[in-house]
């Protein structure tokens, strides 16, 4: 008699039996695979979360830094209206320096009474120190060279005793308020000789 050999059963998708060992085997490789999978998701959750945070930071940043340009800001535009807030006011009050010194000239010039004389030398005195409290500084660019960003040259003389580009008379002084000019001199400046 032939010797039967046992079937060996090529199809994978018939069912084999399987010990509860091997079952168990099988359930915990599935569930390491979903763990690796939980895994994975975790570690994707954990950079998208340090992503977001690293965006809020930086927003949080920003914010901050726009408000402290905003204050910075504010505090110069208030600053700046402070110290320019007299520019009109000191630009109406210099026709009346100007009248002054005319009339202070005028009584030296006439033999005035040395009363008279001596209280307008008080009174313009007087008047310059509050203006000068308050940040008004004449420009008087009396033999300097020409500034236009002082003065205004009204006429340009050719005189040889001086260099050229040279003020030689200040028709009108200059005012700034606060270093920045509230009216220019009036100037006559020197030129080559031709």
Not at 59 to 69: I, K, P, W
Not at 113 to 129: P, Q, V
């Amino acid at each position: 008699m032939a010797e039967q050999k046992p079937e060996h059963n090529d199809n994978p998708t018939e069912a084999q039996s399987t010990t509860p060992a091997e079952e168990e085997q099988v359930e915990a490789a599935e569930a390491a695979i979903a763990s690796e999978d939980a895994e994975l998701t975790l570690e994707e959750e954990v950079e998208r979360l340090e992503a977001d945070l690293a965006e809020a930071k930086d927003a949080a940043l920003r914010a901050q830094a726009d408000a402290a340009n905003v204050q910075r800001r504010a505090e110069q535009e208030i600053d700046k209206a402070r110290k320019f807030a007299l520019d009109r006011f000191v630009g109406e009050l210099l026709p009346v320096v100007d009248n002054m010194e005319r009339a202070l000239s005028a009584a030296a010039d006439s033999g005035a009474d040395a009363t008279i004389t001596e209280g307008l030398e008080l009174t313009l005195k007087s008047f310059m120190d509050a203006l000068k409290k308050a940040g008004v500084e004449v420009v008087d660019p009396q033999g300097e060279p020409f500034d236009p960003q002082l003065a205004q040259a009204m006429s340009m003389v050719p005189n040889p005793d001086v260099e050229p580009n040279t003020v030689i008379a200040v028709m009108q002084k200059g005012y700034t308020l606060n270093g920045r000019l509230v009216r220019p001199a009036m100037v006559m400046v020197s030129k080559a000789e031709e």
